[in-house]
């Protein structure tokens, strides 16, 4: 009996052998087929990879030979209409008022202000700035998400500083009829691609794209990579940059408040990336103690230097692929989670930086339903407001348990479309080098 279980079961193993090969060859045409749908859409996978996989070596050092100030001759990025090619080329003009300001004080601080359409909110930010001691000594950088010819009035009269406008020339509102702006054959809202046979890829909550608030996050992207490694003003700048928005009003000591918050940063708070003019709730106005505040990073005034660029430029990957149309949520809930360890900003205990106004930046002009506050912005400036008013003998108050929006947030959706999310990480590679 044994005999024959053995006899059966050799001849069992050339058929067990056989099933084998069989499934073998399967899994194989599955892989191919698997590879080759990849390849097809690998523009985005190849992108992201490559933010993913850089390290963060080298991210203090003083300079980086692979950036160039002349944008990448050959990116995928959408084609260009001849208003958006005039708008590039004016982003290298120089700035004004070069014979008012001839030159700018050492060590400055540069100042980027970004716009959208709200030229009622500009005026007011405009005219705050005018007011900032030292403002004279530096650069203002205006850069816009458009080219409205309102908004570049209000810039045209500044005189109190040297000032540089860039325009954004991958706006939705310059492409009227294409991407990024409205396709003809875009879904949208909530309409099922194959069914309505539109183009386009919802967001984890099933709607499509909308180019008015996906602008926002381009913008900032697009404005970051630009000011950082995209202007002859800028490109070689080693120190902080302060970036503020229309709807903020800044106090005449703003300016050298941060200045001696980026001085003192290295001592009283080394684990600090940034330096604040605003506590990150934007209803406060500060504690007002004797003491320096470390918390997380605000959207309010807030100041980084080029170690710490570098660092974000890096998480491209992760900024472009996060399901939200924010980029300051974006950053909150992954790309600063993604340092390894908490985002600190050093600030003062009192707001050098008021954030106003009612209209969402979705809500500008031009539109059938307006947002207008009632143009009324009274502000108290007191007398401390007007002079430095940090002293280096203070210590540091650290907020360790930071609330706001952490890592594991799933995010507001409106940025689902592999479109987007691939202009956003062609954006990272404007400024390098083409291969050769």
Known sequence: MVKNSASMFSKRKPRLKGVAVCRLILIGILLVILLMLLLRTNTFIELTSRYSSETDQGVGSKSNPNFSSV????????????????LQKRNQMPPR???????????????????????QYLQVAIDSLSKV?????????????GYYKEMNKIVEKIKF????????????????????????????????????KCKGNPDQYGNHRSP?????????WWMMNTVWDGLKETSNHFGHILFIEEDHFI????????????????????????ANLAPSDVKSRGEGWESLIAERMGNVGYAFNRTVWKKIHRKA?????????NWDITMWATVYPSFGGPVYSLRG????????????????????????DNGVFNFEVEENDRVPNLESKWGVHVYEHQTGYQAGFRGWGGWGDIRDRRLCLEFSEMYLPSEV
């Open 97 to 119: 008022n070069l014979d008012l300001h001839p030159t700018l004080a050492k060590n400055h601080i540069v100042i980027v202000l970004y716009v959208h359409n709200r030229p």
């Open 212 to 220: 008015k608030i996906v602008s926002l996050k381009h913008h900032w």
């Open 317 to 325: 990957g992760e900024f472009c692929s996060f399901d939200d149309y």
């Open 133 to 145: 001691v030292g403002i004279s000594e530096t650069l203002l950088i205006i850069s816009h998400d």
């Open 71 to 86: 944008p990448n001759k050959n990116p995928n990025l959408p084609k260009q209409n001849e208003f958006s090619i005039s």
């Open 161 to 196: 500083c040297q000032v540089k406008q860039i325009f954004a020339p991958y706006s939705p509102h310059i492409f009227p009829n294409s991407f990024p702006g409205v396709s003809p054959n875009d879904c949208k809202d909530k309409e099922d691609p194959a069914r309505n």
């Open 251 to 274: 106090f005449p000591n703003a300016y050298r408040n941060i200045q001696l918050l980026t001085e003192m940063k290295p001592k009283k708070c080394p684990h600090c990336y940034a």
């Open 349 to 372: 205990p009192r707001t050098s930086a008021v954030h106003f106004g009612k209209c969402g930046l979705h809500q500008g002009q031009g539109e059938k339903m307006v947002c207008i």
